[in-house]
């Protein structure tokens, strides 16, 4: 049996990243969360501290 990891990707941030998104993400059962596109004001830091008290940890490579 293959284990299924679900992937979600997220475009185009432009500084709009929210609590609420972060909790839609955990609900939906996400395991990897790909960011493209442009994250608008540097907003970076933001993004993955939220996912990293969401899931403990990141992996950047």
Known sequence: MKA???IAVVG???DQWETKDRIA???M???LV???G???NEAIAAIFFSL???WGGLLIS
Do not use: M, S, Y
């Open 12 to 14: 185009d941030v432009h």
């Open 34 to 36: 790909l960011f493209v």
């Open 52 to 54: 990293l008290l969401a």
């Open 25 to 27: 993400l955990e609900r």
């Open 38 to 40: 442009n994250f608008g």
């Open 4 to 6: 299924k990891v679900k």
């Open 29 to 31: 059962g996400i395991d």
